[in-house]
């Protein structure tokens, strides 16, 4: 017992050095290709209790060559069964946690995981498990014309299961793979990291019911069925989403251009297949469908070109120097930072209105995702500024009402007006 007791213990610290060994050295090369880095970084949780059982799988039939090793024997399906918790983790959290969602449904799942594995080791280890299986092997239930063993209905389940999330595991690597490709489009990208991972859920859901032993020929009048239910009742849900694909192929908007759909104005911040979401300014998001993206107008203003061109208006009295007021306002426009130096401001004299010269101011920014509004305040304080300096008079409005007749006439007409409307 004693040297079984040292054997396990020497696996177990040996299991867990090279383990640390491996990944120290793995990661301290800064190696290229990352496929080899993503063997040891990304099964850093796995790789001490797979190394574990390997050593004690290989020093079993050497310790009972000579004595007796039922401890190992014993050990090794624990050792097992807490890789095969771990690996299960490690899927779950890469295949599901990644957007941050669905975390308590994540976390039940797995205590019910591990569960049911502790369980099964322990039939395993105290000799029920053999009957447990005959029995669920012997019992049958009716389904349709044929009947089926609990043991295959299980089976079926389990490989489903399996396949589904080994399926959406490598999905969420495929996309995290792709979304480290700078030299490739974003939008590129995101089409196909979900192409590759909806290709991946139907591959692996046609390997589970070929697994199962269902014919997939019965699933062609599924596929009618839903090819008219796609028709009639989701035109609205099918179009975004094939607009979803078309705006990420055509790369007609990207995530960080500045869009105006409709009434609303912001940047793009997401771009899913069947909605985009666009946050304004005060923070508020729109979610936005595809199918208004492809069948709408959008005003993209950043999508060959960012730099957007700017106005402000101000109206000087007759008595100024238009001149010199259209200087000092394209230089009072350079004094703020953000405001291009080429294309230069530029101050025209639109029109002459009834209480002065009506003055715009053009400028250009390159930088549109920070904001319109709070630029414009900054060159409108700079005119300011610039013209109380040189005391131009900025007119308001004045109007002149005149009242003909005399006095006495007008109160009786104002007399009479009320009298009458107190008669009706």
């Not at 599901?96 to 994540?106: I, T, Y």
């Not at 106005?311 to 009295?317: A, E, R």
């Amino acid at each position: 017992m004693l040297l079984q007791i040292a054997v396990l213990a020497s696996c177990i610290a040996a299991g867990w050095g090279l383990a640390r060994l491996l990944r120290a050295r793995m990661t301290g090369r800064d190696m290229q290709p990352r496929v080899v880095r993503l063997g040891v970084e990304s099964f850093a949780r796995v790789l001490p209790s797979l190394l574990t059982l390997t050593l004690i799988a290989s020093a079993t039939p050497i310790v009972a060559h000579w004595h007796r090793a039922n401890l190992l024997r014993v050990a090794i399906p624990l050792v097992a069964s807490f890789a095969l918790i771990r690996l299960a983790f490690y899927v779950l959290n890469r295949a599901f946690s990644r957007s941050g969602k669905g975390a308590g449904f994540l976390q039940m799942f797995e205590k019910g995981f591990a569960t049911v594995v502790w369980i099964g080791v322990a039939l395993y280890i105290t000799g029920v498990w053999p009957d447990l299986v005959a029995y669920l092997e012997q019992t049958t239930l009716p389904i349709g014309r044929h009947r089926t063993s609990l043991l295959s209905i299980l089976q079926a389940a389990a490989s489903v299961v399996v396949t589904l999330l080994i399926a959406l595991w490598a999905g969420a690597l495929l996309e995290e793979r792709l979304m480290r490709m700078s030299s490739m489009h974003s939008s590129l990208r995101a089409v196909m990291a979900r192409m590759g991972r909806a290709l991946l859920i139907l591959v692996a859901v046609l390997f589970s019911l070929s697994l199962v032993g269902i014919d997939l020929t019965v699933l062609s009048v599924f596929g009618g069925a839903l090819g008219v239910g796609i028709g009639l009742g989701l035109q609205k849900l099918v179009s975004s989403y094939v607009s979803g694909f078309v705006i990420l192929l055509e790369r007609s908007l990207s995530i960080g251009d500045i869009v105006t759909i409709d009434k609303y104005h912001g940047e793009v911040t997401r771009i899913n297949t069947r909605y985009t979401i666009v946050r304004s300014g005060d923070g508020i998001e729109t979610v936005v469908p595809n199918e208004m993206l492809v069948s709408g107008l959008v005003q993209n203003y950043s999508l060959t070109d960012r730099t957007l061109r700017l106005v402000t208006q101000v109206t000087v009295g007759y008595q100024s120097d238009i001149e010199q007021v259209l200087e000092l306002m394209q230089d009072a426009a350079i004094c703020v930072p953000r405001i291009a130096r080429d294309p230069a401001p530029q101050a025209l004299l639109l029109k002459f209105e009834p209480d002065g010269f009506l003055v715009e101011l053009a400028f250009w920014i390159s930088d549109p995702e920070n904001g319109r509004s709070n630029v414009l305040s900054e060159v409108n304080r700079s005119v300011w500024k610039a013209l109380q300096k040189h005391r131009i008079e900025v007119p308001y409005p004045q109007r002149e009402i005149r009242v003909l007749g005399t006095r006495d006439a007008v109160q009786n007409k104002v007399s009479e007006m009320l009298q009458a409307a107190g008669g009706t």
